[in-house]
């Protein structure tokens, strides 16, 4: 392996981009040979919850099934790790980033500064072995702090396709301009991304006009539309299966998720205090990340009531979704998708700081009819009995574009002779 090489990062605050990461040397690149599919490395970030690198694995699955890929390789945090089924797919795990009170910091408690040291080295070196046709790379253009922008230059002299994927709601506009400001991350797509893919329904939200992007960066967004989970791998079907028979009751019952559970706990803990009506169940699934202490006073309370069952983590819980009889979740973007494809009845409980963009997107799809919503300082368990009595309509999928899977994969068949194109072969 080759040495590589880094200088420190000089007065790196957890908010702003910093580019100090000095020079980094990589290899040749091997150019006897070509491979008969694509290999494609994915980059999540993962500061908070579950939904960046659930975003990259399934769009990994789908390009495995499908053929479009031959390997696959996600980069994400190592608070991630078990999320990513190693039949699927291989993965590198980076050292962990949190976000405390809107600020970046380590999971270990090491200084910041050496922690993303760490990973851009990581990072460097797993991407100079793999070799990627197709780099992915999940909301921050240059990676958290920077830690990508050298290895974006060198993939870009190499001739990686480099494709930048957002969410269809980023934050509010105001903390939007501010951040994407900050960190030059319209520069960074001229300079380093071949492609930006945005995973939503322009005509739920226009990211350009919401966000005031220049007229340069709007021409290159490509609304494929949103990922519909119900597309997957044969074994992750057969997971989900399993996970359902093990955990579902035996009658009808209400699902609440809250997606990783850092932030969960007073939805968790108002749901697991509700009073059902009629026969129904609750199915708690708190996510693995949340408190230690919050999760053993919900088992606790579930050993005392045979109506509500809790699990800490299922890897792949889209049984248990399929088979509910309503859903209370908060309003990641991995949920919403789930539920609605799913045209699953929902009350969805969004987060609303330090970010506002689980609020924005939860009000959206409301204004659609596909689901209903709760401020979080509202949610209570009277509040969830009222919802539970009431008639609510059963959401129409039709009413959103869910057809992103199928589109970057075409987007990639398309793209393939020039991909072809810019590989180096032997002379």
Same mark, same amino acid.
């Given at each position: 392996m080759q040495a590589l090489h880094t200088d420190p990062i000089a007065n790196f605050d957890g908010r702003l981009p910093n580019r100090a990461f000095g020079e980094v040397r990589f290899t040749p690149v091997p150019v006897s040979w070509r491979r008969p599919g694509l290999r494609v490395a994915f980059y999540s970030h993962d500061t908070v919850g579950l939904g960046h690198v659930r975003r990259n694995l399934l769009i990994a699955q789908s390009m495995r099934q499908r053929g479009i890929a031959d390997q696959t390789l996600i980069l994400s945090g190592s608070g991630q790790a078990s999320v990513l089924p190693e039949?699927?797919?291989?993965?590198?795990?980076?050292?962990?980033?949190?976000?405390?009170?809107?600020?970046?910091?380590?999971?270990?408690?090491?200084?910041?500064?050496?922690v993303l040291r760490i990973r851009a080295r990581a990072i460097a070196g797993a991407l100079d072995a793999f070799d990627p046709d197709v780099l992915v790379v999940d909301k921050v253009p240059r990676g958290v702090g920077g830690e990508l922008e050298e290895t974006l230059r060198w993939l870009r002299r190499r001739g990686t396709r480099c494709i930048l994927g957002l969410r269809d709601i980023l934050d509010s506009p105001e903390a939007v301009a501010r951040e994407w400001a900050d960190a030059d991350n319209e520069g960074a797509i001229r300079e380093f991304y071949d492609d930006v893919w945005v995973y939503g329904d322009r005509r739920v939200v226009d990211l350009a006009r919401e966000y005031g992007f220049s007229q340069a960066t709007a021409a290159r967004l490509d609304y494929v539309g949103y990922l519909d989970r119900r597309i997957s791998r044969r074994e992750v079907f057969e997971e989900a299966r399993c996970c359902y028979e093990a955990h579902a009751p035996a009658g009808p019952y209400v699902l609440c998720s809250v997606g990783g559970g850092e932030d969960g706990a007073r939805v968790a803990d108002a749901f697991s205090r509700a009073e059902l009506p009629g026969d129904l169940s609750a199915v708690?699934?708190?996510?693995?990340?949340?408190p230690a202490p919050v999760r053993r006073e919900l088992q606790q309370r579930a050993?005392?009531?045979?109506?509500?069952?809790?699990?800490?983590?299922?890897?792949?819980?889209?049984e248990l979704l399929r088979g509910?009889?309503?859903?209370?979740?908060?309003?990641?973007?991995?949920?919403?998708?789930? &539920? %609605?494809?799913?045209?699953? @009845?929902?009350? &969805? %409980?969004?987060?609303?700081? @330090?970010?506002r963009e689980q609020w924005i997107r939860a009000d959206r799809f409301r204004k659609l009819g596909l689901v209903d919503v709760c401020h979080p300082a509202e949610f209570s368990p009277d509040a969830i009995e009222t919802w539970l009595e009431r008639e609510v309509l059963v959401p129409n999928r039709g009413r959103i574009d869910l057809r992103g899977l199928d589109r970057v994969q075409s987007r990639l068949s398309e793209a393939l002779p020039a991909i072809r194109a810019a590989e180096p072969v032997a002379a």
């Amino acid at each position: 392996m080759q040495a590589l090489h880094t200088d420190p990062i000089a007065n790196f605050d957890g908010r702003l981009p910093n580019r100090a990461f000095g020079e980094v040397r990589f290899t040749p690149v091997p150019v006897s040979w070509r491979r008969p599919g694509l290999r494609v490395a994915f980059y999540s970030h993962d500061t908070v919850g579950l939904g960046h690198v659930r975003r990259n694995l399934l769009i990994a699955q789908s390009m495995r099934q499908r053929g479009i890929a031959d390997q696959t390789l996600i980069l994400s945090g190592s608070g991630q790790a078990s999320v990513l089924p190693e039949s699927v797919t291989d993965r590198v795990v980076l050292p962990g980033l949190r976000k405390r009170q809107g600020r970046i910091v380590t999971a270990s408690g090491a200084p910041l500064s050496t922690v993303l040291r760490i990973r851009a080295r990581a990072i460097a070196g797993a991407l100079d072995a793999f070799d990627p046709d197709v780099l992915v790379v999940d909301k921050v253009p240059r990676g958290v702090g920077g830690e990508l922008e050298e290895t974006l230059r060198w993939l870009r002299r190499r001739g990686t396709r480099c494709i930048l994927g957002l969410r269809d709601i980023l934050d509010s506009p105001e903390a939007v301009a501010r951040e994407w400001a900050d960190a030059d991350n319209e520069g960074a797509i001229r300079e380093f991304y071949d492609d930006v893919w945005v995973y939503g329904d322009r005509r739920v939200v226009d990211l350009a006009r919401e966000y005031g992007f220049s007229q340069a960066t709007a021409a290159r967004l490509d609304y494929v539309g949103y990922l519909d989970r119900r597309i997957s791998r044969r074994e992750v079907f057969e997971e989900a299966r399993c996970c359902y028979e093990a955990h579902a009751p035996a009658g009808p019952y209400v699902l609440c998720s809250v997606g990783g559970g850092e932030d969960g706990a007073r939805v968790a803990d108002a749901f697991s205090r509700a009073e059902l009506p009629g026969d129904l169940s609750a199915v708690l699934l708190t996510g693995p990340f949340m408190p230690a202490p919050v999760r053993r006073e919900l088992q606790q309370r579930a050993a005392a009531n045979p109506r509500l069952h809790v699990v800490d983590f299922l890897r792949e819980p889209t049984e248990l979704l399929r088979g509910a009889e309503r859903v209370i979740s908060m309003g990641g973007y991995n949920s919403i998708c789930e &539920i %609605v494809a799913h045209e699953k @009845p929902a009350l &969805i %409980v969004p987060r609303v700081v @330090p970010r506002r963009e689980q609020w924005i997107r939860a009000d959206r799809f409301r204004k659609l009819g596909l689901v209903d919503v709760c401020h979080p300082a509202e949610f209570s368990p009277d509040a969830i009995e009222t919802w539970l009595e009431r008639e609510v309509l059963v959401p129409n999928r039709g009413r959103i574009d869910l057809r992103g899977l199928d589109r970057v994969q075409s987007r990639l068949s398309e793209a393939l002779p020039a991909i072809r194109a810019a590989e180096p072969v032997a002379a």
